[in-house]
């Protein structure tokens, strides 16, 4: 079954740039998103089709994608983005999503 | 304003049964497949389900495929999962989800059902 690899955690400092991976085999060609997940919530779509922002969605938050590793950026990041970050991407007909990744702003 | 609202969560015995329903508003039901996900406690997201728009396909994670049935009442903007054969792995919260471009773009409040004796 296909598999997304996300790191645990990531930290960054307030004001900087904030860096998220997602790899899978050939995740290039398969047009992944990301949604953002805060303690107590629920998951909210911040990135779909690679690189694209739902309407609400800060322009600080950007994604790319090519090969096998689709990158989700916060720049600028701010301390309401401290959250779970889950990439998702599609198999065949199935949803699959990555095991998430907590950003720290310390 | 789009509105998915799960209901019908709750503590069942193993091996039980539920339903869980999920009320769709502010969108044009019939149009769009819809998910069911879910989350175990401290754990990450885990997808369940897909319907397509019209009922005519569904699809299921190996983890509850034979045991739990995806199903729409478009007349009433309604979707369901029953579940059967609970067991302790499938406590959790579970979310439904209308189906976007290629994601999940909205998504309700979730409904917790634990599975314990």
């Known amino acids: 079954s296909y598999e997304l690899t996300q790191p645990p955690s990531v930290s960054v400092s307030p004001g900087q740039t904030a860096s998220i991976t997602c790899s899978g085999d050939?995740?290039?060609?398969?047009?992944p998103c990301w949604y953002q997940q805060k303690p107590g919530q629920s998951p909210v779509l911040v990135i779909y089709?690679?690189?694209k922002r739902p309407s609400g969605i800060p322009e600080r938050f950007s994604g790319s994608n090519s090969g096998n590793t689709a990158t989700l950026t916060i720049s600028g990041t701010q301390a309401m983005d401290e959250a779970d970050y889950y990439c998702?991407?599609?198999?065949?007909?199935?949803?699959?999503f990555g095991g998430g990744t907590k950003l720290t702003v310390l | 304003q789009v509105q998915l609202v799960e209901s019908g969560g709750g503590v069942v015995q193993p091996g039980r049964s539920l339903r869980l329903s999920c009320a769709a508003s502010g969108l044009t039901f019939r149009r769009n497949g819809m998910h069911w996900v879910r989350q175990a406690p401290g754990k990450g997201l885990e997808w369940v389900a897909l319907?397509?728009?019209?009922?005519?396909?569904?699809y299921y994670a190996d983890s509850v495929k034979g045991r739990f049935t995806i199903s729409r009442d478009n007349s009433k903007n309604m979707l369901y999962l029953q579940m059967n054969s609970l067991r302790a792995e499938d406590t959790a919260v579970y979310y439904c989800a209308r189906d976007g471009t290629k994601s999940l773009d909205f998504w309700g409040q979730g409904t917790l059902v634990t599975v314990s004796s």
């Open positions: 319907i397509w728009n019209d009922g005519s396909n569904k």
């Open positions: 089709q690679d690189r």
């Open positions: 050939k995740l290039g060609d398969k047009y």
């Open positions: 998702q991407a599609w198999d065949s007909s199935t949803v699959v």
